[in-house]
């Protein structure tokens, strides 16, 4: 039963945090200013970097992750 316990709590605080970055973010605003600042790149080199600032994003996002008991 514990464990059940622990990933319903999980599941909460992740979509409350997710929720909340959508919120903050604000991605209809920012694929604007994404493009404006990637005009001069070709498709392949806008996908890189979205990718590549994604993965930044989330590993930072990993690294400030804190298991409480």
Do not use: H
Not at 20 to 28: A, Q, S
Not at 33 to 59: G, N, P, Y
């Amino acid at each position: 039963m514990e464990i059940v316990e622990f990933l319903q709590t999980t599941l909460a605080y992740l979509l409350i945090t997710i929720a909340g970055i959508f919120v903050i973010v604000n991605p209809l605003t920012t694929a604007f200013v994404f493009m404006s600042l990637t005009t001069s790149m070709d498709e392949k080199q806008r996908i890189d970097t979205a990718l590549k600032s994604t993965k930044v994003v989330l590993f930072y996002l990993a690294s400030q992750w804190q298991i409480t008991d």
